[in-house]
T-cell receptor
Framework: EAGVAQSPRYKIIEKRQSVAFWCNPI?????LYWYQQILGQGPKLLIQ????????DSQLPKDRFSAERLKGVDSTLKIQPAKLEDSAVYLC???????????????FGNGTRLTVT | AQSVTQLDSQVPVFEEAPVELRCNYS??????LFWYVQYPNQGLQLLLK??????LVKGINGFEAEFNKSQTSFHLRKPSVHISDTAEYFC????????????FGTGTKLQVIP
C-alpha cells in the first residue's frame, strides 16, 4: 500500500510569513494526526481528525495555526504568521482507528522540516 | 492524563553488544504501549506494540520489549545490535477509552559504534 505522503519536504520562511503543509493519508484510514517535532523532543500532537471532524486540538495554537481535512481524506496545516519557535518538523500520521478501536498503529509520513528565520 | 518518560537521551553501544532502552509510563487507566523507530530524515515506524496477553512482545529487526505493570515500564531490548540500528527510538502510550490519543516520549538516540 502507498504510505502517507507529505509535501513539501523542506520549507524556509521569514518570521511573520505564512506557510502551508499538505498531507495525503493511507487510503481508508479514518484518523489523521498532525504532530510537531522540535529538535531533541518527541512528537507533540497538534490536531487529530476522525474522518473530517476534529476530535482533539487542545495543543494547537489557534491564534496562528489552523488545519482542515477535506472530505475526510487530504489535510492541510497552516501557520500564519510564523514565529521563530515554530521551527520544527511537522509530521502527518494516519491510522485505521475509529471510535472504540485502539489497536491500529500510526503510519507516519516523512515530515516537513520548517525553518523560520 | 498519560505521560511517557525516557530517561536516556543517548545510548552508545558497540556493535554486536546487547542494548536496553528504558521507558516508563504514567496513566490513570489501562493503556496500550508502543515503540517506534525514526531513521534520519524519515517519519516514525512501528517496531512493536503491547495490547494485552503475553508481557513479552517481539517486534521487527530482532527487537523485543517487556511490559511490567507493577513497575509501569516497557523497556526495549535487543541481544545484539547492528550498525543499521543507529536511529532514534520513541516509546508511546495510547489510552483505552474515548478516541485514541497517542503520547510520545522524548526519544532515545541509539548510536551503534563499529
Amino acid at each position: 500500500e502507498a504510505g502517507v505522503a507529505q509535501s513539501p519536504r523542506y520549507k524556509i520562511i521569514e518570521k511573520r510569513q505564512s506557510v502551508a503543509f499538505w498531507c495525503n493519508p493511507i487510503s481508508g484510514h479514518a484518523t489523521l494526526y498532525w504532530y510537531q517535532q522540535i529538535l531533541g523532543q518527541g512528537p507533540k500532537l497538534l490536531i487529530q481528525f476522525q474522518n473530517n471532524g476534529v476530535v482533539d486540538d487542545s495543543q494547537l495554537p489557534k491564534d496562528r495555526f489552523s488545519a482542515e481535512r477535506l472530505k475526510g481524506v487530504d489535510s492541510t496545516l497552516k501557520i500564519q504568521p510564523a514565529k521563530l519557535e515554530d521551527s520544527a518538523v511537522y509530521l502527518c500520521a494516519s491510522s485505521l482507528d475509529g471510535e472504540g478501536t485502539y489497536n491500529s498503529p500510526l503510519h507516519f509520513g516523512n515530515g516537513t522540516r520548517l525553518t523560520v528565520t | 492524563a498519560q505521560s511517557v518518560t525516557q530517561l536516556d537521551s543517548q545510548v552508545p553501544v558497540f556493535e554486536e553488544a546487547p542494548v536496553e532502552l528504558r521507558c516508563n509510563y504514567s496513566s490513570s487507566v489501562s493503556v496500550y504501549l508502543f515503540w517506534y523507530v525514526q531513521y534520519p530524515n524519515q517519519g516514525l515506524q512501528l517496531l512493536l506494540k503491547y495490547l494485552s496477553g503475553s508481557t513479552l512482545v517481539k517486534g521487527i529487526n530482532g527487537f523485543e520489549a517487556e511490559f511490567n505493570k507493577s513497575q509501569t515500564s516497557f523497556h526495549l531490548r535487543k541481544p545484539s545490535v547492528h550498525i543499521s540500528d543507529t536511529a532514534e527510538y520513541f516509546c508511546a502510550v495510547s489510552n483505552s477509552g474515548g478516541y485514541q490519543k497517542v503520547t510520545f516520549g522524548t526519544g532515545t538516540k541509539l548510536q551503534v559504534i563499529p
